[in-house]
Nanobody, 117 residues
Framework: QVHLVESGGGSVQPGGSLRLSCAASTDIFSISTMGWHRQAPGKEREMVARISAGGSINYADSVKGRFTIFRDNAKSTVYLQINSLIPEDTAVYYC???????????WGQGTQVTVSS
């Protein structure tokens, strides 16, 4: 059984920062591409960032320069540092695990990020 547990969401003002964390089952973390998707109300779920087991990284164009994904293999945890938040970043953020070529296979329960003044 694969478990992904997110934390770190919340409500912030525009320009603020958050760090999301996702703790994963240790038996899959080391070999998995870990990533974050988000889903805003009325919109489809979209990829935000992903990081392979070897450290390759992709970002959505809309978050480049503001979001940073990194992983701590010793803690089986992947992080998403979110800076310079804008209202358009408001969404439920989902951690996922899978493989680089085949995409996400496992999903966390999601954590809400709300950006509002």
């Amino acid at each position: 059984q694969v478990h992904l547990v997110e934390s770190g969401g919340g409500s912030v003002q525009p320009g603020g920062s958050l760090r999301l964390s996702c703790a994963a089952s240790t038996d899959i973390f080391s070999i998995s591409t870990m990533g974050w998707h988000r889903q805003a109300p009325g919109k489809e779920r979209e990829m935000v960032a992903r990081i392979s087991a070897g450290g390759s990284i992709n970002y959505a164009d809309s978050v480049k320069g503001r979001f940073t994904i990194f992983r701590d293999n010793a803690k089986s945890t992947v992080y998403l540092q979110i800076n310079s938040l804008i209202p358009e970043d408001t969404a439920v953020y989902y951690c996922n695990a899978g493989f680089w070529n085949s995409g996400p296979r496992y999903w966390g329960q999601g954590t809400q990020v709300t950006v509002s003044s």
